[in-house]
């Protein structure tokens, strides 16, 4: 019979998971024994966090959840740091812990955590078998948590005597809930606020994070002559070359742009939380700005923001529902004031500084170097800024990027970028301050021989830290600054082929690192000064 490790397995693949990821532990063999002869692709990684991050840009590539395995105690506390991106991130993503026997539970055995109690407060769902015919079930209840309403992470204890057990029992068919869409009344109230509007903004979210909802925004805000606006760093929703593209509500928005949104008379927020940047501090949409607010679930709605018409529903299923669109004749020149400054603020000015290059410039030309379906990875820091407002994705270009700000995520997600999409050229933007929390995992790059282009910014700082330190504490430096090693070795120890990046004369050289086949690493030597207040 089989064991619940292996009900487990079998459970994944029905559901389409081909690739999970982990760092191993004693606490779950019997769970890598029963994915030995299983067709799931194990990705052996070299951090639990840098396992979870893998899983959360390989979901957000796939739309299905991504799948992690760490062991108990420290593997599990290493691993927190993915779950906080993936809630951050509304991206649907399943841990998979070995937990002590079940004999041993709440008994303060060796590496024992209560897993419901550390990530109950922002984890989708919490579950621990004690019993091997509970797996099968909870896997499934885990599987449909994660994918329902906003997506989230998951998380279930099993403990390594459960595991090995043998296991009668199935999983459950689960029918994914789905969030319904509008009545024809809303539907046809929705229609008359857009219709009447002249100066109407749609915001758009991590509802449309799919090659169909990608899609479906474009021909509904080319349908009613929308602009659109993507919530914070979701730059590769909507075509940044449409005429239509008024920009992001991210990290501190030009005030000319700040004080137009501020004049729109109807926000249409689809598919999206209304979270403190995308709401610019939580102010706006403005007290009298007219609000429709579409997110899969309630939770989200009228909690800081009262909106005229608010629906827990699917975004795809209300813009599917619209009738014909009806557009006043004033909303072209809105759109196109809104569309110029958002091209003026993507206008790069060449300066030179003593100690290195401004980043903008470095990121403008990688941009133009990036093929037509290239997909860019981003580490958080000062120098993943350029790339949200100097550098336009089009259509088939992907962003993968931690919308939680959590250092430690390019590389990660640019190995698993490259594994989902081969033959895709993957750009992994990554800082001095945050290469070394997770460049462990070039080692899998080394493994899985991927071309990853690493693309590292060396200021010797921690540049997002000492920007707001010098605002407070004008001159007072203290714990933002630091030595590096000799990154050249580093990367060639690696397998990657090294170019430095000093000055303008070299972005050609670097163009080309990233349009010929094969990895790359490319040292840029950026500029600390060009960032500081």
Not at 133 to 155: D, K, S
Not at 196 to 203: C, H
Not at 230 to 238: G, I, M, N, P, T
């Amino acid at each position: 019979m089989p064991t619940a490790a292996q009900r487990l397995v079998d459970f994944l693949v029905a559901q389409g998971i081909d690739r999970a990821f982990c760092v191993p532990g004693e606490s779950y063999i019997a769970l890598l024994e029963a994915l030995h002869d299983a067709p799931i692709d194990l990705v052996v990684n070299r951090h639990e966090g840098g396992a979870g991050f893998a899983a959360i840009a390989d979901a957000k590539l796939t739309g299905r959840p991504g799948v992690f395995m760490v062991s108990r105690g420290p593997g599990a506390c290493n691993a927190a740091i993915a779950l906080h991106t993936a809630e951050q991130d509304a991206v649907p993503l399943i841990l998979l812990i070995g937990q002590v026997e079940a004999r041993d539970l709440r008994r303060d055995a060796f590496q024992e955590i209560d897993y419901g109690r550390m990530f109950g407060g922002f984890c989708k769902f919490v579950g621990e078998a004690t019993r091997p015919e509970q797996v099968p079930e909870l896997i499934a209840r885990a599987y449909a948590m994660a994918m329902q309403g906003v997506p989230g992470p998951v998380v279930l204890s099993l403990p390594e005597d459960v595991l090995d057990m043998e296991c009668a029992a199935v999983a459950p068919r689960y029918a994914l809930a789905r969030a319904p869409g509008p009545t024809p009344d809303e539907a046809a109230r929705i229609a008359a606020a857009l219709a009447a509007a002249e100066r109407p903004i749609l915001l758009a979210g991590h509802g449309f994070e799919s090659e169909e909802g990608r899609a479906a925004l474009a021909r509904f805000a080319e349908a009613w002559n929308l602009p659109v606006a993507v919530s914070f760093r979701r730059q590769d929703l909507f075509d940044n070359h449409s005429p239509l593209y008024a920009g992001d509500m991210g990290l501190r928005n030009p005030d000319a742009q700040r004080n137009a949104f501020a004049e729109a008379d109807l926000v249409l927020a689809l598919g999206t939380r209304l979270t403190d940047i995308t709401t610019q501090g939580y102010s706006w949409p403005a007290p009298g700005q007219r609000l429709i607010h579409v997110c899969p679930d309630p939770k989200h709605l009228n909690w800081l923001f009262p909106a005229e018409i608010a629906l827990a529903a699917d975004p795809l299923a209300v813009i599917a529902a619209m009738p014909p669109s009806n557009v006043p004749p004033g909303r072209a020149a809105w759109a196109k004031r809104l569309r110029d400054l958002h091209v003026a603020d993507c206008q790069v000015k060449p300066r030179d500084w003593p100690d290195g290059l401004a980043f903008p410039e470095v990121a403008q030309a990688v941009g133009a170097a990036l093929p037509p379906d290239g997909i860019v990875t981003l580490d958080a820091g000062t120098f993943g800024a350029p790339f949200y407002r100097k550098v336009s994705y089009s259509p088939g270009q992907r962003l993968l990027v931690p919308i939680s700000g959590a250092m430690g995520f390019g590389v990660p997600s640019a190995v698993a970028a490259t594994l989902r999409c081969p033959g895709r050229t993957v750009v992994c933007g990554v800082g001095d301050g945050g290469i070394l929390m997770t460049g462990g995992e070039l080692a899998v790059a080394v493994e899985r021989q991927l071309p990853i282009k690493l693309l590292l910014s060396e200021n010797l700082g921690y540049a997002s830290i000492r920007i707001h330190q010098e605002r407070q504490h004008p001159g007072r430096v203290s714990g933002t600054m630091f030595a590096n090693p000799d990154f050249a070795h580093w990367a060639q120890a690696f397998g990657l082929p090294v170019l430095r990046v000093n000055t303008r004369d070299d972005f050609p050289a670097m163009q080309e690192a990233i349009r010929r086949p094969g990895p790359a690493a490319i040292l840029v030597k950026t500029s600390m000064q060009a960032v500081l207040p």
